[in-house]
T-cell receptor, first 112, second 114 residues
Framework: GQSLEQPSEVTAVEGAIVQINCTYQTSGFYGLSWYQQHDGGAPTFLSY????GLEETGRFSSFLSRSDSYGYLLLQELQMKDSASYFCAVRDCTGGGNKLTFGTGTQLKVEL | EPEVTQTPSHQVTQMGQEVILRCVPI?????FYWYRQILGQKVEFLVS????????KSEIFDDQFSVERPDGSNFTLKIRSTKLEDSAMYFCASAQRPMNTEAFFGQGTRLTVV
């Protein structure tokens, strides 16, 4: 089966940089995605890594190391609106359904 | 910008009643999903649907659950006889291609079973 582990909670101050880690165990790995979710609203796509290395999208960057089964999401210049839950997810095609399997989620609290 | 829409946003139902949750996926998408999220927990996969049939379902998706695409635009999730533990947020999602990097989620239906 698939499993993804993340820290449950991270707190940082406005303007700081924060890193949210994700370790995964999966068969048939196709890439690691990150989703943001505000207060139980719709998960929204942030980034995707299929290959090792860093992907940058504005203030957000995501890193993947396939050999270590590890990735992280880096948020820079934190703003209050970044307070949300962040989920890593893997594309799981083993069951034929091409589903996303989500991690446990990290609640980020940004403080003044 | 195209979006996935879900109705209703909230549904309260009595235990044992049937509920139908409705979704309109993005029009050119071919892969459809239902997920649920119990309050404070992670997003859990229920079922995926492609080419008018279920392509995969989780152990949560038992005989009480069914999905339909009754016409070219709607995608529904039916729970035949609701239980208290079915109370959760239910999200519909769609994707354009199977290996697409991005799935689009609706705003969800909050189901409360009393």
């Amino acid at each position: 089966g698939q499993s993804l582990e993340q820290p449950s909670e991270v707190t940082a101050v406005e303007g700081a940089i924060v890193q949210i880690n994700c370790t995964y165990q999966t068969s048939g790995f196709y890439g690691l995605s990150w989703y943001q979710q505000h207060d139980g609203g719709a998960p929204t796509f942030l980034s995707y890594n299929a290959l090792d290395g860093l992907e940058e999208t504005g203030r957000f960057s995501s890193f993947l190391s396939r050999s270590d089964s590890y990735g992280y999401l880096l948020l820079q210049e934190l703003q209050m609106k970044d307070s949300a839950s962040y989920f890593c997810a893997v594309r799981d095609c083993t069951g034929g359904g091409n589903k996303l399997t989500f991690g446990t989620g990290t609640q980020l609290k940004v403080e003044l | 910008e195209p979006e996935v829409t879900q109705t209703p946003s909230h549904q309260v139902t009595q235990m044992g009643q049937e509920v139908i949750l409705r979704c309109v996926p993005i029009s050119n998408h071919l892969y459809f999903y239902w997920y649920r999220q119990i309050l404070g927990q992670k997003v859990e996969f229920l079922v995926s649907f492609y080419n008018n049939e279920i392509s995969e379902k989780s152990e949560i998706f038992d005989d009480q659950f069914s999905v339909e695409r009754p016409d070219g635009s709607n995608f529904t999730l039916k729970i035949r006889s609701t239980k208290l533990e079915d109370s959760a947020m239910y999200f519909c999602a769609s994707a354009q291609r199977p290996m697409n990097t991005e799935a689009f989620f609706g705003q969800g239906t909050r189901l409360t079973v009393v």
